[in-house]
T-cell receptor
Framework: KAGVTQTPRYLIKTRGQQVTLSCSPI?????VSWYQQTPGQGLQFLFE???????NKGNFPGRFSGRQFSNSRSEMNVSTLELGDSALYLC??????????????????FGPGTRLTVL | AQTVTQSQPEMSVQEAETVTLSCTYD???????LFWYKQPPSRQMILVIR??????QNATENRFSVNFQKAAKSFSLKISDSQLGDTAMYFC?????????????FGKGTLLTVNP
């Protein structure tokens, strides 16, 4: 079974631009989560999607948004980029449960990440 | 809010020896999951081991085992017979098991170097 894929792997943007990152989950997985990783703040949760609905959101400004498609693929968008948005953005997929708690066997599998550099 | 603390920013161990990475967490919840993830220089985050809070038995996966002390809110990772491929950043993570909550809260990580 193919793993989680993220595109592109590397991006360079300038301040004020916007960017869209893509994540394709493992086949059959319906939950997709996004995380931001920086040297200073570490790994921080951005949001989680299940069946095209955002169920949980981290403490990030509204410039960070996302969506999920019917095939479970997800995109995240960052508008009006700032220097501080430079980070590794990780996507994770899991089977997910509809409205219930994560099962004891449900595990988040991570993609290789997208390295975003804002100049 | 849950917090996860890893007090050892860096550790090193000789190949074939045993090393223990520490993790403490703070939560008011009683049902949750704990994880250790490994992030090698290639950057791909990989699950090493997981523990359900309601299970008293410590989880093991081959050379990896945990010491889960629920009352002390401690969750350490022991790596036996360390191998060069174990060199990586190790993250301890917490997930609440209630509701529709797939949010992982991570510690800052411990950089483990295995020396030949």
């Amino acid at each position: 079974k193919a793993g989680v894929t993220q595109t592109p792997r590397y991006l360079i943007k300038t301040r004020g631009q916007q960017v869209t990152l893509s994540c394709s989950p493992i086949s059959g997985h319906r939950s997709v989560s996004w995380y931001q990783q920086t040297p200073g703040q570490g790994l921080q949760f951005l949001f989680e999607y299940f069946s095209e609905t955002q169920r949980n959101k981290g403490n990030f400004p509204g410039r960070f948004s996302g969506r999920q498609f019917s095939n479970s693929r997800s995109e995240m968008n960052v508008s009006t980029l700032e220097l501080g948005d430079s980070a590794l953005y990780l996507c994770a997929s899991s089977q997910g449960t509809s409205g219930g708690a994560p099962s004891s066997t449900d595990t988040q599998y991570f993609g290789p990440g997208t390295r975003l550099t804002v100049l | 809010a849950q917090t996860v603390t890893q007090s050892q920013p860096e550790m090193s161990v000789q190949e074939a020896e045993t090393v223990t990475l520490s993790c403490t967490y703070d939560t008011s919840e009683s049902n949750y999951y704990l994880f250790w993830y490994k992030q090698p220089p290639s950057r791909q985050m990989i699950l090493v081991i997981r523990q359900e809070a309601y299970k008293q038995q410590n989880a093991t996966e081959n050379r990896f085992s945990v010491n889960f002390q629920k009352a002390a809110k401690s969750f350490s990772l022991k790596i036996s017979d360390s191998q060069l491929g174990d060199t990586a950043m190790y993250f301890c993570a917490f997930s609440y098991s209630g509701g529709s909550n797939y949010k992982l809260t991570f510690g800052k990580g411990t950089l483990l170097t295995v020396n030949p």
